[in-house]
């Protein structure tokens, strides 16, 4: 079958994305002093979080709400909420 | 400010449950949901049990938007480019009562939720629940939510807030997530005829089939893949817990390319076209992961009690149950007129003598096996693919000699003692 990009496959998905984020970088000196392994940046399955010469950019607009990055981040440095009531994700199948 | 029986947090298989239970026992029921309707962000593979739907909704069978009953399932074992498979399909699973069924979460819970509504609860959708309210004295009198004015009162909270339960952790049930304790599984629905779907795994009508997958599926991390039939598309996805995601660098829509591009997969999808992609956490930890299910004026069901059964791909069937359970305690409490710590503390004994608890003590050591045990995700799925490709191979060695082969190929890769240490620790886990 024909193979989709992510940027592709989120084409597929319904957002209503609020104005502003509901995940945020606590502290940035912690990505930029202490965390060598950036594991935000491809443990989530949609690539929120991408690593921009000295810091993350979130792009919690195409955010699918999974709670991944939270966990994954080993200094507990993502700030994470679920988005407003009517806004983020919502699925057609499920 | 309004004032209900009981706010339940979360319009998921739990949460549902228990609303329905306890609006058709005549108490008010308000079912709080972040999303547009029950169902617009929830997620799974996609198997439902008929039990203990069809004893909470005996119209189940009649009525829920279902995709096909399994008739069969496999275990496909990969390595690169083999599969050692197993199944069973039997025609007792073709009978009514199904066995199981496969659904689409998004169809599904919302027709839950219009049985629930139908029942006499009020489901509030788009309004998410900031935080639980207290009493002085800290027994929980009931939750703040982001709409204006929106602080709700309830004799009890019941959270179904899913895997990342913001309210159990904030009412000091539980400590935060380790990163072995989840999986995560990301998914796509892969839209073909139901034509193509029944000649390809060999059913008809609304027949249907589950294959788990294991080895090379997840490129040896500790996890599973899965092929769903729905009735005009499959459901394809893979997990791993992010432990391993993160160890091995890997992106979870990078591992299931991977895996959909498997010889043995491919020609099962081919021709398909995604209709959605997906993603989800999966509680794996464990009875030993649980937290503390009730305090003074709340009670924790479903996924945000961490009660998934993984080995055996069970948990909106325990989310229900854990909601008959609650929906119990609740009534038991209304009679006492007392929602105290200690009343409620009934519905912890509910669980434990429940089938919940049971399968979950089972495999209590499932999950620090499989991380001290990686070999079942990456060596013997390799050896086993090895040893049948060996005998399986006709040419001028004979049988012995190829016997001989496999031996020594195991035993170059890992030494006999732990080998057999290794499987000895795995009945016991599993036994």
């Known amino acids: 079958m024909k193979k989709l990009s992510l940027e592709e496959k989120l084409f597929l998905v319904s957002f209503r994305p609020d104005r502003e984020s509901h995940l945020w970088i606590k502290d940035p000196r912690v990505c930029l002093e202490k965390c060598t392994a950036k594991w935000c940046t491809f443990t989530c399955p949609v690539r929120t979080y991408r690593w921009d010469e000295d810091h993350i950019t979130v792009f919690f607009e195409g955010c699918v709400e999974c709670g991944t990055c939270r966990i994954s981040c080993e200094f507990d440095n993502i700030g994470w909420r679920y988005p407003r009531g009517g806004f983020g994700v919502t699925f057609k199948y499920g | 400010m309004e004032r209900f029986d009981v706010i339940v947090v979360g319009a998921g298989p739990a949460g549902l449950a228990a609303a329905y239970i306890l609006a058709r026992a005549g108490l008010s029921v308000v079912v709080i949901e972040r999303g547009d309707f029950p169902g617009a962000k929830n997620v799974m593979g996609g198997v439902m049990y008929n039990w203990p739907i069809s004893e909470i909704l005996p119209e189940f069978a009649r009525e829920a938007p279902l995709e096909r009953h399994v008739i069969e399932q496999r275990a496909w074992i990969l390595s690169a480019d083999a599969a050692f498979t197993v199944g069973h399909r039997s025609m007792g699973f073709d009978r009514e009562p199904r066995n199981a069924c496969t659904v689409l979460r998004s169809r599904f819970d919302k027709w839950m939720g219009q049985k629930v509504r139908a029942a006499g609860a009020l489901i509030v959708p788009e309004t998410l629940v900031e935080t639980v309210l207290r009493a002085d004295d800290g027994r929980v009198i009931g939750v703040r939510t982001s709409r204006a004015e929106g602080d709700l009162h309830a004799d009890v909270v019941i959270a179904a807030d899913g895997v990342n339960s913001v309210l159990a952790q904030e009412a000091g049930l539980r400590r935060r997530h380790r990163p072995e304790q989840l999986a995560t599984a990301v998914k796509e629905i892969i839209a073909l005829p139901a034509s193509t779907i029944e000649a390809r795994f060999g059913v008809t009508g609304s027949q249907g089939v589950t294959i788990e997958l294991f080895g090379d599926a997840t490129m040896g991390m500790v996890g599973t893949g899965f092929i769903y039939t729905n009735r005009e598309s499959v459901s394809v996805g893979v997990g791993a817990t992010i432990r391993d995601l993160n160890d091995r660098g890997i992106n979870p829509n990078d591992l299931l390319e991977h895996l959909k591009a498997h010889p043995a997969v491919a020609p099962l999808l081919e021709g398909g076209e995604t209709r959605e992609y997906l993603a989800h956490l999966i509680p794996e930890g464990g009875l030993r992961a649980m937290p503390k299910l009730s305090t003074a004026g709340m009670l924790v069901v479903g996924d945000a009690a961490m009660m998934v059964n ?39 004994r509910l669980v434990r003598r429940s089938i919940i608890y049971r399968d979950l003590h089972k495999y209590r050591s499932l999950t620090s096996f499989m991380e001290q045990h990686r070999e079942f995700f990456d060596l013997y799925p390799d050896l086993l693919n090895y040893a049948a490709s060996q005998m399986l191979t006709v040419g001028g060695v004979s ?29 016991r886990t599993i036994g």
């Open chain 2, 310 to 348: 993984s080995l055996h791909r069970e948990g909106a069937n325990l989310a229900m149950h854990s909601g008959q359970l609650a929906a119990q305690a609740v009534l038991r409490a209304r009679e006492r007129r007392d929602f105290g710590a200690k009343t409620l503390a009934c519905y912890d």
């Open chain 2, 399 to 427: 049988k012995r000699r190829r016997q001989r082969a496999i031996f020594a190929e195991a035993r170059r890769r890992r030494s006999l003692w732990h080998m057999a240490r290794d499987f000895f620790r795995f009945w």
